[in-house]
């Protein structure tokens, strides 16, 4: 264990070491403790604390958690998963420390992973507060449920491979249950509706009956989260045993059954290594490396030529790698949109909120995400490919064509969205196509403010700034259309309710204008070679 | 020092090493050869005990597996991958405290070192260094144990012509001084001076395996057109 103490404490002392070279990224660190211990001041900024929003939260971390949790041991029943570094194999499985002390160090390395990655709920705190109605001691139990649920998915997934992967009868089993258990919780949700004569709200029941919180995993950490909350601590010891227990169960017979688990995370390790290597030269289509891609069906979609073959080509990998043309966070919206649809369903029937409210809210929030999803979307992946640079067509072109997909996909989402949406909490007919469209014209701008970005700074500039510039210029390229959404919105909503429809129209033409103009002002961007 | 009997690694329907046997003695320098995808890297990360496989790989006599066989073991792997915050003679510390080594090893550390140009570069984190630079760290962390058994898979990559020349010396000194050495490569012509035994490999097979004896004896074409006629030959 010397050699492994050694390592651990090397590394985080060169990391503090590392800290204090960097200031700017110091200060960036204060910043956030100070603003995570600020907020965790009640104040009477917000709304008091109260269990009304508990039934929310409850589904939200079956959804959330469970998602994390399901995908996780899913994973795991596939490729696996790993918590070591490409140097732990290069040095450490090939060194006499023993297999057992290796894979504890991985999990304390992994445990510290997974602290840093619960770092970004801190900024969710405002929102825990506002939207959950939870105290300090809410906010404790939620970052905590969230950072087990991180490290004990990875330890449970590097077990079930561990355990499975040479014994094809293991893994079909294990298959069995998890679908069973999936298979379960969906149909014992369909019946409970059906009973409860198909009530919306029955949704939300059904993730509050008593015997949810022991349902395997995601009911344990529901219990622990919950329990914390309304100081039901026997609940929560008992949940939160349950929890861990599972997985150190898992570890027990790992190293009973066969301490020889380095085949298992060597695979996983090499890909996410390579992945990072080439993610740092630059080459974010490097995450393509973690897809398990089937080519299937080969030939480019649809008859393009010219500039528009890039939109033909992203709709060829996306039938690889999604689900026509939707993908994984298309299925993130979706999902928000189905709670949101459910949350703004209640709010309005006990008239908390107005239905012109709830549309609005349902709206900035949806098009907030995208914000975020679009940032490294398909766009950013062909600037660092030679093709878009040498294809003979007009650059404004290029630049259209190498983002419909992205438009086409998100209208695809928005529609589905905002339509459950519009459903499920009575907004007016002509929302879910209005709001949609403008959510997909939302994605063009996005882009366009990408390009900007990449137009003022060119292709080699530090994260820090180009972030910083993806903001600024989402002030100039996105202010005006927020404005313009606004005032209409404000003007015609005391009219009529239903000349609200103006304003996304106003925004729609504003996004398509905006964004056209930027491509063409920014066109000079495909002149200069890739990096 | 070496010796690889029936090895077959198979992934799921994919027979990348198909019954290997070989062996190779203590004081010995063999070079696997092989093109791309031949099952070289396969056969080093078996002998390394990375993969599970059916056969039997024993290092010095004992099982490649066990904690004895790793401690006789060096290993240079294909990718260079350090520790990114701790600095160079750090994982030379590392390296000695993993491997229980006495104080003499600093010593040694502090010579590796000097050899292979990274003195000036003690104090930098592996996260600050070039691949060239972090692909001699890794030469240094698989010498300073001093290893009965040394295996490298595609040394010579990313080496400038220095490490390169520094790197082979070093090899035969190993040699020299009874190592056995087992060099993975697809570069013939880069390990030439070099080797007592060769083994090429196609397929997952080793389908030709020849000594330096045998060649200067027998006068039979270089290892090169050796090499060729078979690669060639299964085209």
């Known amino acids: 264990m010397r050699a492994l103490s050694y390592l651990l404490i090397t590394s985080i002392k060169n990391w503090f070491k590392n800290l204090l070279k960097k200031p700017a990224l110091l200060i960036v660190y204060i910043l956030c403790i100070a603003m995570f211990g600020f907020m965790l001041i009640p104040t009477d900024v917000y709304p008091p604390a109260s269990l009304e929003r508990l039934p929310y939260l409850r589904a939200g971390i079956y959804l959330l958690f469970g998602f994390i949790l399901y995908s996780g041991i899913s994973k795991g029943l596939k490729s696996g998963a790993t918590f070591f570094k490409m140097a732990d194999v290069n040095m450490l499985f090939n060194s006499p420390v023993r297999p057992q002390s290796i894979l504890l160090y991985g999990i304390v390395g992994q445990m510290g992973t997974s602290l840093l990655a619960t770092l970004f709920l801190l900024f969710q705190v405002a929102n825990m507060r506002n939207l959950l109605?939870?105290?300090?001691?809410?906010?404790?139990?939620?970052?905590l449920g969230w950072f087990?649920?991180?490290?004990?998915?990875?330890?449970?997934?590097?077990?079930?491979?561990?355990?499975?992967?040479?014994?094809?009868?293991?893994?079909?089993?294990?298959?069995?249950?998890?679908?069973?258990?999936?298979?379960?919780?969906?149909?014992?949700?369909?019946?409970?509706?059906?009973?409860?004569?198909?009530?919306?709200?029955?949704?939300?029941?059904?993730?509050?009956?008593?015997?949810?919180?022991?349902f395997p995993l995601i009911g344990w950490i529901d219990g622990f989260v919950t329990g914390m909350i309304v100081g039901d601590y026997l609940?929560?010891?008992?949940c939160l045993g349950l929890f861990v227990l599972f997985p150190v169960l898992g570890i027990i017979l790992v190293q009973r059954s066969d301490s020889d688990y380095y085949e298992d995370v060597l695979q996983t390790t090499e890909q996410t290594f390579m992945l990072k290597a080439a993610m740092k030269d630059g080459k974010?289509?490097?995450?393509?490396?973690?897809?398990?891609?089937?080519?299937?069906?080969?030939?480019?979609?649809?008859?393009?030529?010219?500039?528009?073959?890039?939109?033909?080509?992203?709709?060829?990998?996306?039938?690889?790698?999604?689900?026509?043309?939707?993908?994984?966070?298309?299925?993130?919206?979706?999902?928000?949109?189905?709670?949101?649809?459910?949350?703004?369903?209640n709010l309005t029937a006990s008239e908390e909120i107005s239905v012109f409210a709830a549309g609005i809210g349902s709206f900035v929030g949806l098009s907030y995400m995208l914000f975020f999803l679009t940032m490294s979307g398909k766009f950013t992946q062909e600037l660092s490919k030679p093709f878009i640079y040498l294809v003979p067509a007009s650059n404004v072109a290029k630049l259209f064509f190498s983002n419909l997909s992205t438009v086409v996909k998100s209208l695809l989402e928005g529609l589905i969205g905002f339509s459950v949406i519009t459903v499920l909490a009575g907004l007016p007919i002509w929302f879910a196509p209005a709001a949609a469209i403008t959510y997909a014209t939302l994605?063009?701008?996005?882009?366009?403010?990408?390009?900007?970005?990449?137009?003022?700074?060119?292709?080699?500039?530090?994260?820090?700034?180009?972030?910083?510039?993806?903001?600024?210029?989402?002030?100039?390229?996105?202010?005006?259309?927020?404005?313009?959404?606004?005032?209409?919105?404000?003007?015609?909503?005391?009219?009529?309710?239903?000349?609200?429809?103006?304003?996304?129209?106003?925004?729609?033409?504003?996004?398509?204008?905006?964004?056209?103009?930027?491509?063409?002002?920014?066109?000079?961007?495909?002149?200069?070679?890739?990096? | 020092?070496?010796?690889?009997?029936?090895?077959?690694?198979?992934?799921?329907?994919?027979?990348?090493?198909?019954?290997?046997?070989?062996?190779?003695?203590?004081?010995?320098?063999?070079?696997?050869?092989?093109?791309?995808?031949?099952?070289?890297?396969?056969?080093?990360?078996?002998?390394?005990?990375?993969?599970?496989?059916?056969?039997?790989?024993?290092?010095?006599?004992?099982?490649?597996?066990?904690?004895?066989?790793?401690?006789?073991?060096?290993?240079v792997p294909e990718i260079p991958a350090l520790y990114e915050l701790l600095t160079v003679e750090e994982h030379a510390e590392f390296i000695i405290r993993a491997y229980k080594l006495d104080k003499s090893a600093y010593t040694y550390a502090d010579e590796l070192m000097e050899r292979l140009e990274l003195a000036d570069k003690k104090k930098k984190l592996?996260?600050?260094?070039?691949?060239?630079?972090?692909?001699?760290?890794?030469?240094?962390?698989?010498?300073?144990?001093?290893?009965?058994?040394?295996?490298?898979?595609?040394?010579?990559?990313?080496?400038?012509?220095?490490?390169?020349?520094?790197?082979?010396?070093?090899?035969?000194?190993?040699?020299?001084?009874?190592?056995?050495?087992?060099?993975?490569t697809h570069m013939i012509e880069s390990v030439e001076e070099i080797w007592d035994q060769a083994f090429i490999m196609v397929n997952g097979r080793i389908v030709a395996a020849r000594s330096r004896e045998e060649e200067a004896g027998n006068g039979d074409d270089s290892l090169e057109d050796l090499f060729f006629s078979i690669t060639e030959g299964e085209k």
């Open chain 2, 1 to 75: 020092m070496l010796e690889v009997n029936n090895l077959t690694k198979k992934y799921s329907s994919t027979l990348a090493n198909d019954n290997l046997s070989f062996s190779l003695n203590g004081g010995e320098i063999g070079i696997l050869l092989g093109p791309n995808g031949a099952g070289k890297s396969t056969a080093i990360k078996c002998i390394m005990g990375l993969l599970r496989f059916s056969g039997t790989i024993l290092i010095d006599g004992k099982a490649n597996k066990s904690e004895e066989a790793k401690r006789s073991m060096g290993y």
């Open chain 1, 133 to 143: 109605f939870l105290d300090t001691r809410g906010i404790i139990a939620l970052v």
């Open chain 1, 284 to 345: 974010p289509t490097a995450r393509n490396i973690m897809l398990n891609v089937k080519a299937g069906k080969s030939g480019i979609a649809g008859k393009g030529t010219g500039a528009s073959t890039f939109f033909y080509r992203h709709l060829t990998e996306q039938r690889r790698t999604g689900f026509m043309i939707l993908d994984k966070s298309s299925i993130v919206i979706i999902g928000i949109s189905l709670i949101a649809g459910f949350v703004l369903r």
């Open chain 2, 126 to 184: 592996g996260k600050e260094l070039s691949k060239g630079m972090q692909q001699k760290v890794s030469i240094m962390c698989a010498l300073l144990p001093r290893p009965k058994m040394l295996l490298l898979d595609e040394p010579l990559v990313g080496l400038d012509p220095h490490a390169i020349k520094e790197l082979k010396s070093m090899l035969m000194e190993a040699r020299d001084a009874g190592t056995a050495v087992f060099v993975s």
């Open chain 1, 148 to 214: 087990l649920t991180l490290v004990i998915t990875q330890i449970v997934s590097l077990s079930v491979y561990s355990l499975t992967a040479p014994h094809p009868n293991r893994r079909k089993a294990g298959k069995y249950v998890l679908y069973g258990l999936l298979g379960l919780l969906g149909g014992g949700l369909l019946v409970y509706v059906i009973l409860q004569g198909g009530k919306p709200e029955s949704v939300l029941d059904f993730f509050g009956l008593p015997f949810m919180d022991y």
């Open chain 1, 235 to 238: 609940k929560m010891f008992i």
């Open chain 1, 443 to 531: 994605s063009q701008i996005y882009i366009s403010m990408s390009i900007l970005t990449q137009r003022i700074l060119g292709s080699n500039t530090s994260k820090l700034l180009n972030t910083m510039m993806y903001f600024l210029s989402g002030s100039i390229v996105l202010g005006p259309g927020i404005l313009i959404y606004a005032i209409l919105m404000a003007v015609f909503y005391n009219v009529n309710p239903d000349l609200a429809v103006i304003s996304y129209i106003a925004a729609i033409v504003y996004n398509v204008f905006a964004s056209f103009l930027v491509m063409y002002l920014g066109r000079g961007i495909l002149e200069e070679s890739a990096s």
